[in-house]
């Protein structure tokens, strides 16, 4: 599936940035070339850190549409500036900070969330409408979660991961290896205009999802996430795996 592979793409990339360290006898950069921390210009930021996976402007990356005036107006500050410093488990969202091994200061990632809101939020997004919240309130209900992606999801996205939609499966071992619940209500709520994923007013025909069928749909689908993504004889143990573990990861079969 195109998605699962693009996201794939991105781990290569997240090695890369890990491999920016100096090697012997390269020669010092000359005083008119800013140190690293010091560069505090979005533009230059981005593009040496985000564009890669989220797109050159925001947007067709592998990753999702922060130039989406939707999602703009969704996030809090607090929430973005903390998935850029620590990364978000699950997915292969690096973590930026120093202090989180990452190669950005302070300064440098409230330069990025200052810099897209600058550029990519827009007034009134929602056209007067209030969206659900950026964060689910509770734990979802998966079971009730499989219902709504038959309403909401599989006329796009196919009744199961062998019979695919238009849009592909999202139901792919590989592909929910990639993300976690906060992935699909990011997709889902303010939608993905740059892959043609509606908002969550257009996913239901006839009215909007709520706020709980968005949260089941991600418990359910994140309960469909492989114990062994890419693996397909789960059943089949590893050298390292005690016979407690493996007899706990057959159960959740
Ligand atoms: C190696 C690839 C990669 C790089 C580099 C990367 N991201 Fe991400 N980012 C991801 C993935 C994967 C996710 C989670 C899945 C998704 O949202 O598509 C994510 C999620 C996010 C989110 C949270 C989306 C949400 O759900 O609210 C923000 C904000 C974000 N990234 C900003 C940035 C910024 C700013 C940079 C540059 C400093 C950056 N990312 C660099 C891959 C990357
Ligand atoms: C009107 C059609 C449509 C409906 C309904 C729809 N989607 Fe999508 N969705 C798309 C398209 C188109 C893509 C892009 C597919 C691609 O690039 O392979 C997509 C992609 C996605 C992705 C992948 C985003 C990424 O990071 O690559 C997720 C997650 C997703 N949809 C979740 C959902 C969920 C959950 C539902 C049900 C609540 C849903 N979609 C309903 C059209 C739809």
Request: hydrophobic share 35%.
């Amino acid at each position: 599936m195109k998605r699962a592979g693009s996201l794939a793409g991105m781990a290569t990339l997240a090695l890369l940035a890990l491999a920016g360290c100096d090697l012997p006898g390269k020669p010092k950069a000359g005083p008119e070339v800013p140190r690293p921390e010091e560069v505090l210009a979005f533009e230059t930021l981005y593009a040496a850190n985000c564009a890669g996976c989220h797109g050159a402007h925001g947007q067709d990356g592998a990753a999702t549409n922060l130039a989406n005036p939707k999602y703009q107006a969704l996030v809090d500050d607090g929430s973005m500036r903390e998935v850029i410093a620590k990364g978000m488990k699950g997915t292969l969202m690096p973590a930026f900070a120093q202090e989180n091994g990452g190669m950005l200061t302070d300064a440098q990632i409230d330069a990025l969330v200052q810099g897209m809101r600058a550029n990519w939020r827009r007034p009134d997004a929602f056209g007067g409408e209030t969206p659900p919240p950026y964060k689910a309130t509770h734990a979802g209900n998966a079971e009730k979660g499989q219902a709504v992606y038959a309403i909401a999801c599989a006329r796009c996205h196919g009744p199961s991961a062998q019979q695919r939609g238009e849009a592909g499966s999202i139901l792919d071992g590989s592909f929910l290896a990639l993300i976690n619940e906060q992935t699909v209500r990011t997709t889902v709520i303010p939608g993905r205009p740059d892959i043609g994923e509606p908002d969550w007013r257009g996913h239901i025909p006839g009215r909007a999802m709520t706020d709980d069928e968005i949260t089941d749909v991600s418990a359910w689908l994140m309960s469909q996430r492989p114990a062994n993504p890419g693996q397909p004889y789960p059943a089949v143990s590893t050298a390292a795996e005690k016979p407690g573990e493996k007899q706990a990861s057959a159960l959740k079969h």
